[in-house]
């Protein structure tokens, strides 16, 4: 439905009244009740800082350097404060971005453009993902012509297979990637050993630390046993990591760090072929609000060693509960995660139903629908923030009843299951043909996320993933017209 421009301004009380109305059925990521999406600390100094900071920053621009002094400051010191963490040696460097996927974008720019230099602009560059590695890659490929190949992970540790890496290694390859941890299980790839490869073969790698840059540094320095993954191994290039996850800033915050300067050149953009300013961007976007930069600063300054070292800790405790409480209910754990992620499974309850069940009793717990074809199970995946430690006892006791309920609640309805089963047996082609139909029936429409995604988790994990990834590309265009 079409909401046209008000032909006069409405004032400022019936706005907010509005938006009010509008958010009632949001979730609300300050409570510590979801285990995605958000990282909660409880800590509400922290919070009222990074507000006010942002609040009187985000009316300047980082379009332009020579405009305000304090970005370009702020934004060197932000990059040296995570190097400091890293491992990063004199000649290292990096840049502020907007998240993971900019980061990630921004290294794999690097990479293709060192490997264009050594190699020439004749063949289109590889990049190797492990299996569990983020999406955000393949869409960086897709973004800049590239190749992704993708290396098998052992199903049982769910760490890359390193063997696997070494043979699929070629002349186009211009980055492999290992993740610490990835995001599905939690588990560290051994970047020590893709380091070995990498420095033999003389290719780029490049560690995804976005969701465990500001987490494992610090469970390490508790006596967690965790494997090398950042600058102090030589084949390590650039790393991404991620302030608006465990670095507790605002949303539209990362970092992509390199070894050397050398090496960031190819991210760096500038235009000048026009009679305007000279355009001189180390980020994908141009004009953006310094609200997150400024934000993640006070927050570095704020925490410090110690402060995320407190943060380290109480995950580390809610982990350890959580894991306990888990295996009491019978869940399995997927893998062995050393971060701050867990990942866990059931053949006993549909754990979509499980999830819509503890919904309503007010957490958020994330489905990951698995994939018959990529032979993943389906499973809960638990993002753990330091309030969790403190949230853990009645969160478990929430999930025992839900998953009683769970277990009560027949199979599946008769109409889905056979629902399923025609879709199951149709050919592509007539799916892509039979989706406003089926759309309709699971619930999607403008404006309108279907409720209940147990029919849409279940042919996630039953097709191959190219006819998924058409079907979703019509879900949210549907979903997001007005
Ligand atoms: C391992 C990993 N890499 C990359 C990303 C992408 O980050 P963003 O969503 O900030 O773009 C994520 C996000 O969860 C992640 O967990």
Redesign the pocket.
């Known amino acids: 439905m079409w909401v046209r421009l008000p032909e006069n301004g409405y004032d400022k009380d019936s706005i907010l009244k509005e938006l009010e109305e509008v958010t009632k059925e949001d979730l609300n990521p300050l409570t510590g009740r979801m285990f995605g999406h958000s990282y909660e600390t409880g800590d509400n100094i922290l919070r009222e800082l990074s507000m006010k900071v942002y609040e009187a920053f985000m009316h300047k621009t980082m379009l332009d350097f020579t405009v305000y002094p304090s970005l370009v400051k702020l934004e060197n010191e932000i990059v040296s404060m995570v190097l400091s963490i890293m491992h990063g040696e004199e000649n290292s460097t990096g840049s502020f971005t907007y ?4 980061s ?1 974008m921004l290294a794999t720019k690097a990479a293709r453009e060192y490997f264009r230099k050594r190699k020439g602009e004749g063949v289109i560059p590889e990049l190797i993902l492990p299996m569990t590695g ?1 999406p ?1 890659f393949v869409k960086a490929a897709e973004y800049l012509n590239m190749k992704v190949k993708f290396a098998p992970v052992d199903y049982k540790t769910l760490k890359i297979d390193v063997d696997k890496v070494n043979e699929l290694i070629n002349d186009r390859t211009a980055m492999i990637v290992g ?1 610490a ?3 599905p299980f939690g588990t560290v790839d051994d970047i020590a050993a893709l380091s070995d490869i990498a420095v033999d073969k003389k290719v780029w790698l490049h560690t ?1 630390s ?2 465990g840059g500001f987490v494992l540094p610090f469970f390490k320095m508790l006596g967690e046993k965790i494997p090398d993954f950042d600058f102090k191994l030589p084949g390590v290039y650039s790393i ?1 990591a ?1 302030l ?2 465990y670095g507790y800033a605002p949303k539209g915050a ?1 970092v992509v760090l390199y070894r050397s300067k050398e090496l960031k050149l190819g991210q760096i953009f500038v235009g000048t072929r026009w009679p305007g300013y000279p355009l001189v961007n180390t980020a994908v976007l141009s004009t953006r609000s310094a609200g997150s930069l400024a934000a993640s600063w006070a927050i570095l300054k704020y925490l410090g060693v110690k402060g995320y070292k407190d943060m380290a800790s109480r995950i580390l405790s809610a982990k350890r509960k959580t894991i306990l409480g888990l295996k009491e209910m019978r869940f399995q754990i997927l893998g062995e995660p050393e971060s701050s992620l867990v990942a866990f499974t059931s053949d006993e309850v549909n754990l979509s139903k499980l999830s819509s069940i503890i919904g309503k009793k007010g957490w958020y717990i994330q489905v990951q629908p698995g994939s018959d074809y990529l032979k993943f199970p389906s499973s809960i995946h638990l993002t753990l923030s330091p309030v969790h430690d403190e949230l853990a006892k009645d969160f478990l006791a929430d999930l025992k009843e839900a998953l009683e309920e769970a277990k009560k609640m027949e199979e599946s309805d008769q109409l889905k299951a056979n629902i399923l089963r025609m879709i199951r047996d149709m050919e592509p082609n007539k799916i892509i043909e039979e989706l406003p139909r089926l759309l309709e029936y699971v619930g999607v429409s403008s404006e309108k996320v279907p409720k209940d995604l147990e029919l849409v988790d279940e042919l996630i994990k039953s097709l191959a993933p190219d006819l998924v990834e058409a079907m979703l590309k019509h879900v949210i265009n549907e979903i997001l017209s007005p």
């Open positions: 998240g993971g996927t900019e990630i983020h955000s993740s941890p990835n995001y995804d976005c969701i991404s991620d608006h996850k990362s």
